[in-house]
């Protein structure tokens, strides 16, 4: 069996029990892991709800025989594997928006809090992998078997009967015809599905040929989930993987906030404490240091004689530098802006992620003055060090 559809377990680092996704969620706000977006509160609040009614939520299948077996396939073939409920089961949630908006890190809070034992987290492709793999092995154990479906939906509600599904889609005719009635079936077993998609679930393999005998699949997954839109304006991906600027205009109380909670996020919980730095025989005082991420001002970094190997040795030590305060400069600031080409060249040349907070954009950092044209290069690096493709370069310590 594909070991990524196996129950999941809480995991060691999951918030202390009775935590719900909403009150997770608004603690990973108020700490500076992720920004306040009110869609996705939206979203939080409807997956709360269903983590308390997964608290009282005993689903039928739990305690019914598996369906496996001669008699569970006769069971089957007779149609009386669905079990008659009697408890109301949660409708699902399935959360529909573009790419980066949050919808796979919502599902994950969701489902490492969920309080349910026979659980299970998988990408949709693997699902339908394993779902073929288990009606061929089903249909050549028995070749008798017309119908494998039902004993099919039994067997995945009996591992866990909370499913999510990260991108849910529908690609082929073959998977279509298989969703329908499996689902069908999971739900009337009791299941509860929580899913992600680009895709909302009336939009799912339209336009395609065969559409039309998909439509009772979406219906039943309309009766069966709420559908929750994240429309957030922002892509949480673009720029960078963390949805993080790198760049910040102009240096004021907001910029301070935001690289505040920069540096938090890339600290992932790691103490603040000072990092003394070898570097020949003398030491260099990093005096914020959390985890993988080192924080100075302008004025520390670069308003001081400092030279090539200091700004080495951070550059090694630490993936992450966040910089409050990159003035623009002009000719009375010669040494601070050949110390800060020098900081750049160095941090670009060990891939270090660098969040700044400046007066204005790299151009304009240093556009008059001894050495401005050596700053055009800085300039142009300051740009690419903000690009998607940089922040996906390893850091280079050595
Ligand atoms: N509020 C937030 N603040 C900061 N980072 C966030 C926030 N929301 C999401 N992110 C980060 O943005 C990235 C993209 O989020 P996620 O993968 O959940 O998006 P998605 O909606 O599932 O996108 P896709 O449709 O492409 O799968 C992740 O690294 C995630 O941790
Ligand atoms: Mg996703």
Redesign the pocket.
Known sequence: MNTDLAPARLSAAAPPAGTGPFAAYEA??ASG?????PE?EKAARRLDQLWRELRDYHPVVQSAPPASGWLGGLRARLGLARPAHEQARPRGVY?V????????????LFFSLAPVEHKRRVHFHRFMQDVHQRLHDMKEADPDLTDPIPPLARQIAQEAWLLCF??FQVNDIADAMILGRLFDYLFADGVVVVA???TKPEDLFQDRPGADAFRPFIAAILKEVDTVI?D?P????RGN????QTWIIPVDAAATKELDSIFA?LADGAPVVPVALDIMGRTLNVTRAAGPVARFSFAELCGRPLGAGDYLALATRFPNLVLDGVPRMGPDNFDEARRFIVLIDTLYEQNVKLFASAEDRPDAIYAKGQGATAFERTASRLEEMQSAAYMQLPHLNA
Request: proline content about 0%; cysteine-free; glycine content about 10%.
């Open positions: 990973r706000v892991r992720l920004d306040r977006d996705q959360m928006g573009q790419v980066g908006r949050g919808k796979t890190m919502l599902m994950d990260d991108e992600t998609s680009n994240l957030s922002r892509d949480y991906r993987a963390r949805g993080m996020r």
